[in-house]
């Protein structure tokens, strides 16, 4: 599946506001999932590259903590507009990085765009308190940076990470140091650019590399404030190695095996509608949040799922810069092969195949990471694939009877980062909603995230939470004063 010619990016790495190569010079090749080429590099960064990029952060940190806090809004605002202007061009990088279709992908640079004028916004929020405690004296507390804070990203939203995030670090007066994904680096040396033109020097800087690079952020003994979105095996290393170096405040966003709970008495039509949508397919079932467990009340069960495989059935997936296309590849042979290997999985362990089941064929898919849509019923708690997260385009079904049942199952895995329950009855929406184990709950709808509502997990799907006013606050201590 060619597609049209394209250039092939050499990406630098941004630190103390110039565009900079490795320090010995090695070098990560980017794969197009669609075609399997190289069609970028970026700098290999080593502890060497961490520690410069950490030293020209703790230069410029001052400074950019002495700067009128509307002064850092308008340039946060300066730099979103940037990448505003050039969302095209991002969404398009990112589609050959990362296989995700155009759509979604010109989505997460709007996304983007909006988090970092909330959070230009939202700066003005960072306050303090008084405390009337005595008579006599002045009691209150102030809201401090820690410095300089490290943020990992993901490969699954690359730029809708890296530039919302790093806006919400750097409102209190923090300088960060950035390292994406070595799957998906390209749009993140994009915005290494945009930075070293719009930021002061050292307060953006972005180093590119492999995960001994993020490694080394992470054990930097002056990196106070490290964040991390990806796999729960990731974030526990992350947290043991954190530990080894210094006390750290360490903020994780993880994986999910997420339950959407549909009762008898559900708008069905619109439940069909949302399990596809909340399985995210568009990113190939490669989301966090990704709605994975479908659980049907016994006497909706065959209707329902009947009407979400005859949709599922119709998403096919397409050349990834074709607006029309509804799916792309994989992001990497890894997580294709990883995919693949839970299908094989969940047909051993008895999980009925309802659709897909493999990788499309025909003219069009002779090269690529490709993995259909795919859908197993009767499926079981005891299963592999009800209990762990695939990270790829595959939705399980299960059938419950009593509510107590249905919780029972959706609590019963060791993640709890979404659910979405579906039900009109309000007594039994309460119930779910308290009850299920989860950090963000949707009623009666899946998938959205709204403006400045805190998203997180519970149990092993992460601590902390972002995406609004708490994650801004999560980069400032609080430093308590006493006047007499």
């Not at 799922?305 to 509804?326: H, I, M, W, Y």
């Not at 047909?347 to 897909?356: D, N, Q, T, Y």
């Not at 995230?449 to 149990?459: E, I, L, M, T």
Request: aromatic share 6%; net charge negative; hydrophobic share 40%.
């Amino acid at each position: 599946m060619a597609n049209r010619e394209e250039p092939f990016i050499t990406g630098k790495m941004l630190i103390g506001g110039a565009l900079v190569e490795a320090v010995d010079g090695g070098w990560l090749d980017s794969i197009d999932p669609t075609t399997e080429q190289v069609i970028g590099r970026t700098p290999l960064g080593t502890a060497a590259d961490v520690a410069r990029a950490y030293d020209a952060a703790k230069a410029a940190q001052p400074a950019w903590e002495a700067l009128d806090i509307r002064q850092r809004a308008i340039l946060i605002n300066r730099l979103a507009d940037a990448i505003e202007a050039r969302g095209d061009e991002i969404a398009r990088l990112e589609v050959r990085d990362t296989g995700n279709t155009i759509g979604p992908m010109r989505r997460d640079v709007d996304t983007a765009v909006e988090r970092m004028r909330l959070a230009a916004g939202l700066g003005y929020e960072l306050k303090g308190e008084t405390i009337p405690a005595t008579s006599a004296g002045l009691h209150m507390t102030l809201r401090v940076p820690y410095g300089v804070v490290g943020r990992i990203i993901p490969f699954n939203h690359p730029i809708g990470f890296a530039a919302s995030r790093l806006a919400s670090a750097l409102m209190p007066g923090n300088c960060i140091v950035i390292k994406p994904s070595e799957q998906s680096p390209l749009s993140a040396c994009l915005l290494a650019e945009l930075c070293a033109e719009l930021m002061p020097p050292g307060t953006v800087n972005i180093v590119t590399g492999d995960g001994a690079t993020g490694d080394a952020i992470v054990r930097h003994p002056g990196i106070k404030r490290i964040s991390f979105i990806g796999s729960k095996a990731t974030g526990m290393a992350i947290q043991k190695a954190a530990a080894e170096t210094a006390v750290k405040h360490v903020t994780l966003e993880l994986g999910g095996k997420n339950p959407m709970i549909i009762c008898p008495d559900a708008d069905l039509d619109a439940a069909a509608d949302a399990a596809v949508r909340g399985m995210n397919f568009g990113w190939q079932g490669q989301s966090c949040g990704s709605t994975s467990r479908l659980m049907l009340h016994e006497d909706i069960h065959d209707e329902v799922l009947e009407r979400v495989t005859e949709k599922v059935r119709a998403f096919r997936p397409g050349n990834p810069l074709d607006p029309q296309s509804k799916m792309g590849p994989m992001n990497s042979a890894m997580q294709y092969e990883k995919t693949l290997s839970y299908i094989d999985i969940a047909k051993s362990e008895g999980a009925r195949l309802v659709s897909g089941g493999g990788g499309p064929r025909g003219p069009g898919f002779e090269k690529g990471y490709w993995v259909e849509p795919t859908i197993f019923a009767a499926v079981t708690m005891d299963m592999r694939i009800a209990r762990e997260e695939v990270f790829g385009p595959v939705l399980s079904v299960l059938r419950w009877r009593a509510l107590d049942e249905a919780i029972e199952m959706a609590n019963a895995v060791d993640y709890g980062l979404t659910a979405s329950v579906w039900t009109r009855d309000i007594a039994t929406m309460q119930t779910l909603i308290r009850r299920v184990e989860a950090g963000y709950v949707w009623v009666n709808g899946t998938g959205t995230h709204f403006r400045n509502v805190p998203y997180g997990g519970a149990k092993n799907s992460g601590i902390g939470t972002e995406e609004g006013l708490d994650e801004m606050l999560s980069y400032t201590e609080v430093k308590a004063v006493n006047i007499l």
